[in-house]
């Protein structure tokens, strides 16, 4: 007989619980909604996972001055990606095809 009790009251508390924390989950988002913490999660997310390169950085890889003309940065590109493709690493490579990708965005911008 204890023992039969005892289940019901743990079966009834285990939902007491459950149905508490729906509801205090419920409660969460719709407070994030309002204070607009979900969008700025969500775009804290992205930026995190886009992690584009800055100018300084692109050049900084290239290294080429501020001054370059397209044509320099074009050369400095094409002896890095291909030292890189022979005897460099893969992550080296990306990082010279991106810093290029960013200068011409730039640069066609510009122009």
């Not at 509801?23 to 999660?41: C, D, F, H, I, P």
């Not at 300084?56 to 074009?74: F, S, Y």
Request: aromatic residues 8%; proline residues 1%; glycine residues 6%.
């Amino acid at each position: 007989m204890a023992s039969r009790i005892l289940a019901q009251v743990l079966v009834m508390g285990s939902g007491v619980v459950l149905r508490a924390f729906a509801q205090a989950y419920r409660q969460a988002l719709v407070n994030a909604t309002k204070s607009g913490a979900a969008q700025e999660a969500v775009g804290n997310t992205v930026r995190r996972a886009s992690k584009a390169l800055t100018e300084k950085e692109a050049r900084q890889i290239l290294g080429v001055p501020n001054t370059a003309a397209w044509d320099e940065i074009l050369k400095k590109y094409d002896v890095l990606f291909e030292r890189n493709a022979k005897q460099g690493s893969f992550y080296l490579q990306s990082k010279v095809h991106r810093a290029k990708e960013c200068l011409e965005g730039l640069y066609q911008t510009k122009a």
